[in-house]
T-cell receptor, first 112, second 112 residues
Framework: ETGVTQSPTHLIKTRGQQVTLRCSSQ?????VSWYQQALGQGPQFIFQ???????GRGNFPPRFSGLQFPNYSSELNVNALELDDSALYLC???????????FGNGTRLTVT | AQSVAQPEDQVNVAEGNPLTVKCTYS??????LFWYVQYPNRGLQFLLK????DNLVKGSYGFEAEFNKSQTSFHLKKPSALVSDSALYFC??????????WGAGTKLIIKP
């Protein structure tokens, strides 16, 4: 069973740039969600995809967007990066419903 | 509004002693509750969940949690702490859209 993998592990970008983060879901999982975790804080829900459709979104602006592909891998895109976007971005996959989330190790994004 | 509170930023326990990490919640309807653990620079790992049934839930690594409906609590416990249990612990509750609302986390420090 392959776990959730995220790439890249670390990334440094400049304010105003765009970034794409990638996530490969655990085999058999049809739901993926993305979280932003600032240093010393809990995860903040960004959005969730189920069978390639966004079906939930947290309090994040439209410059945060995503995709889920037919193989259930996923991307998180952030446009017009701001300094406050610096955080650990976590991807989690699961089966729909109350099944536990399986997290990747995250991508550490630094915006300078 | 649904919410989760972890009232302690940090809990210190001597190795071999019992530990408790507190969590209270506020939801409409039946609560679906989860505990996750996070080690430094890693994603979150699922420990246990309460959906329905027995109020005492057993999970990974010897952890258990007690659901108390009248006190709206879901405290994490372990009879005998290990130094390797030192990590960041998050409580979460599922909302009506199958998304998780997270507490701010509690840092658990186990001293030899």
């Amino acid at each position: 069973e392959t776990g959730v993998t995220q790439s890249p592990t670390h990334l440094i970008k400049t304010r105003g740039q765009q970034v794409t983060l990638r996530c490969s879901s655990q085999s058999g999982h049809n739901t993926v969600s993305w979280y932003q975790q600032a240093l010393g804080q809990g995860p903040q829900f960004i959005f969730q995809y189920y069978r390639e459709e966004e079906n939930g979104r947290g309090n994040f602006p439209p410059r945060f967007s995503g995709l889920q592909f037919p193989n259930y891998s996923s991307e998180l895109n952030v446009n017009a990066l701001e300094l406050d976007d610096s955080a650990l971005y976590l991807c989690a996959s699961s089966l729909w419903g109350n099944s536990p989330l399986h997290f990747g190790n995250g991508t550490r994004l630094t915006v300078t | 509004a649904q919410s989760v509170a972890q009232p302690e930023d940090q809990v210190n326990v001597a190795e071999g002693n019992p530990l408790t990490v507190k969590c209270t919640y506020s939801v409409s309807g039946n609560p679906y509750l989860f505990w996750y653990v996070q080690y430094p620079n890693r994603g979150l790992q699922f420990l246990l969940k309460y959906i329905t049934g027995d109020n005492l839930v057993k999970g990974s690594y010897g952890f258990e949690a007690e659901f108390n409906k009248s006190q709206t609590s879901f405290h994490l416990k372990k009879p005998s702490a290990l130094v390797s249990d030192s990590a960041l612990y998050f409580c979460a509750v599922r909302d009506s859209n199958y998304q998780l609302i997270w507490g701010a986390g509690t840092k658990l420090i186990i001293k030899p």
